[in-house]
């Protein structure tokens, strides 16, 4: 026997296939898997997973004891684990950081809206990010993993189990750690789950994927996900060269052609995009900026017969040693002023938890520091 070679204790077998996790599984997925379980009996299934994180060892009431019992031996229900919760001290933002199995931390926030009671779910899909946009945080940790999809939907599951009492979470948006279509497959997956009734019950108009655009992945995505599902995407500057200095994919996938997809998209949907725009002070907040986005936004506009929603987002510097700064506010007033006044709807996005790194931007400031 050669020194690499292994002991000939029998044949080398390969490993056995990972459990699917049951809170990534739709109720007709869970019919398909499990001979004789109903579909009536595979919303129960769904229901209680996202209810409780697991399925229990007693068959619940409705359900038959053989193909439940079958059920738990194929599936898994693994569940990320709580190591910090910061509330911010200045708005009710509040920044959750979470363990996986294998020690990856990944961070969420929950957001509030203006009516009482509703709530916001900002989740990661990525630990880390390859993206390398030069004003977001996440940037300096790399990219380290994918998620899975359970990763992702766990997320929501857990910070819908820490609300106060009555509250609800009424959206969900993928614009924390990761770039969406970077994870195709995992977030399409998530989606499902997330507007699936028996599961998380999300309806797909509160749905967002913010993303810095990569061709393929969008257009992949426009063709799978429900119609209501809105994409939020992050211009950083409408002249050329300049949003090639602050997001590098505008290199291999240019503007242009993200939004050629997405207005072929909001014609056929009627459905607008939102253009997420993050004010540089001097960077790209200038006149020409203006005339720039102004331009992109008529030409959006005569390509897609709709009005996109333009959301003007105040930077959050990222340390003593960001070399970009927010712009000033008559800045982002001369942006508001002289796009919304042709008639784009514009609106100010309020990033809160900004003390607790959990502004826009921020999130992985902390594990990037190590």
């Known amino acids: 026997m050669g020194r690499g070679d292994p002991p000939r204790h029998g044949p080398v077998l390969p490993p056995l296939p990972a459990m699917e996790s049951a809170s990534?599984?739709?109720?007709?997925?869970?019919?398909?898997?499990?001979?004789?379980?109903d579909v009536a009996e595979a919303r129960r299934v769904v229901s209680l997973v996202h209810r409780l994180g697991e399925l229990p060892a007693v068959t619940p009431a409705g359900v038959r004891r053989a193909p439940y019992q079958a059920l738990r031996r194929l599936v898994s229900t693994p569940h990320l684990t709580l190591v910090e919760e910061r509330p911010s001290a200045i708005d009710?933002?509040?920044?959750?950081?979470?363990?996986?199995?294998?020690?990856?931390?990944?961070?969420?926030?929950?957001?509030?809206?203006?009516?009482?009671?509703?709530?916001?779910?900002?989740?990661s899909c990525q630990v880390g990010c390859g993206m390398g946009c030069a004003f977001c945080g996440t940037a300096r940790l790399g990219h380290r993993r994918q998620l899975a999809s359970w990763e992702i939907i766990d997320q929501v599951r857990q910070l819908r189990g820490r609300l106060p009492a009555g509250s609800r979470i009424h959206g969900v948006v993928f614009q924390g750690m990761g770039e969406p279509l970077a994870n195709l497959a995992a977030v399409l997956t998530t989606i499902r789950v997330l507007c699936e009734p028996a599961a998380l019950a999300i309806d797909a108009c509160n749905v967002t994927v913010s993303t810095a655009g990569l061709v393929p992945g969008l257009a992949e995505l426009l063709s799978s996900i429900p119609r209501r599902v809105r994409i939020a995407l992050s211009i950083g500057s409408a002249i050329p060269a300049r949003r090639l200095a602050l997001i590098p994919s505008e290199r291999q996938h240019p503007l242009a052609g993200l939004l050629a997809l997405l207005a072929a998209h909001a014609r056929r949907t009627r459905v607008a995009p939102v253009l997420s725009y993050t004010l540089l002070g001097g960077v790209n907040d200038t006149d020409e900026d203006i005339a720039a986005l102004t331009a992109l936004i008529d030409g959006f506009l005569a390509a897609a017969g709709l009005q996109p929603r333009l959301s003007l987002i105040t930077y959050n510097r990222l340390g003593v040693d960001d070399p970009f700064v927010p712009a000033p506010p008559e800045r982002l007033d001369a942006f508001r002023e002289r796009i919304g006044g042709r008639g784009t709807p514009v609106v100010r996005r309020y990033s809160g938890g900004g003390d607790v790194e959990a502004a826009c931007g921020q999130l992985g400031l902390s594990l990037a520091r190590g």
Not at 103 to 121: D, K, N, S, T, Y
């Open 24 to 37: 990534a599984l739709l109720p007709h997925e869970l019919v398909h898997r499990v001979p004789g379980l």
């Open 92 to 123: 009710p933002f509040v920044k959750y950081a979470f363990a996986a199995p294998d020690g990856a931390i990944v961070e969420a926030v929950r957001i509030p809206l203006e009516r009482p009671g509703r709530f916001v779910a900002c989740v």
